[in-house]
């Protein structure tokens, strides 16, 4: 394979959508037009914020590593991305709000719609989940058990407790209580040129020695405003919501109890927002996982 050639492979392509009346960004990297030809799709169901942009180096390497031989795609929560000017946030407000599709609830039928409307049914579906993804993952298998799944992969999974952990008992009370108090200073900051909101990302990420600079232009799209209160919002309902474990879904999807089965702890160092700093290292280590069910 020549220079040029790998070069247009690993170029991707951004499509915005109307998905369950919001809407949504997806990044494909391979076919962007599916059709009943294509065996096998990578999915990725993000954390939050659900910003796509966040995982072009982790879905450009995972590609890569796949051989360029199935597609990768990310689908972005409704409402996790700055819509084109020929787009609203959503497609009719007064039926959108009756959806609560920037909920938590509605994320989850929003990707189920996406599936639906934009993947043929006999495609088998590899589905990647981040953070509170695996759970939208294991309420997609829950709500619709007949979706064609060969293999589901979960990255740092929130599925259980949320509010419990350190980090929840903080966030709890910002998310679910003062979250109207962070609306002003999001839309002040929404108001700054582009290049100063750039520069301070920057400044604020410049602790990170390995930072994926890939991440900051997606962060500046999370400041326009609307982007950030739909993921706060989103946050504060995983608080509330994000409580038992589902064995019953692990059970019936995996074939055994919980812990049972294939369970690996990140002996690596990586950090929960891996996409920061170590996305190609995280799809080497998936790639590296599968590669007994995809040699190619």
């Known amino acids: ?70 597609p990768v795609w990310a689908v972005s929560h409704a409402g996790h991305c700055v819509p084109p000017d020929s787009m609203d946030m959503v497609e009719d407000a007064s039926s959108a709000a009756g959806y609560d599709v920037f909920g938590l609830d509605g994320q989850i039928e929003h990707k189920l719609a996406f599936l639906r409307r934009h993947v043929p049914r006999d495609t088998r579906l590899v589905l990647l989940g981040h953070s509170i993804g695996c759970y939208i993952i294991l309420d997609m298998m829950k709500r619709n058990p007949e979706l064609n799944i060969l293999k589901s992969i979960m990255l740092f999974p929130t599925i259980e407790r949320m509010a419990q952990t350190p980090q929840g008992k903080v966030m709890t009370p910002v998310l679910c209580g003062l979250r109207y108090v962070a609306y002003l200073p999001l839309f002040l900051l929404s108001l700054l040129p582009e290049a100063l909101k750039a520069g301070l990302i920057r400044l604020a990420l410049g602790g990170i020695c390995s930072l994926d600079h890939t991440v900051v232009q997606p962060t500046v799209g999370l400041l326009s405003g609307d982007c950030a209160a739909n993921a706060m919002y989103m946050g504060g309902q995983e608080m509330k919501k994000v409580l038992e474990r589902d064995d019953l879904t692990i059970k019936k999807n995996l074939g055994k109890d919980f812990p049972h089965g294939d369970f690996r702890l990140c002996e690596n160092g990586f950090r929960h927002a891996f996409v920061l700093d170590a996305g190609r290292e995280v799809a080497q280590m998936v790639s590296e996982w599968i590669s007994v069910d995809f040699r190619t």
Do not use: W
């Open 1 to 70: 394979m020549d220079r040029v050639e790998t070069e247009q492979r690993d170029e991707p392509q951004t499509d915005f959508i109307y998905c369950h009346r919001a809407v949504t960004e997806v990044l494909k990297f391979g076919s962007c037009q599916f059709n009943s030809g294509h065996k096998v799709l990578f999915l990725i169901i993000p954390g939050n914020p659900g910003v796509v942009g966040f995982y072009k180096t982790f879905m450009r390497t995972l590609h890569r590593k796949l051989g360029y031989h199935h």
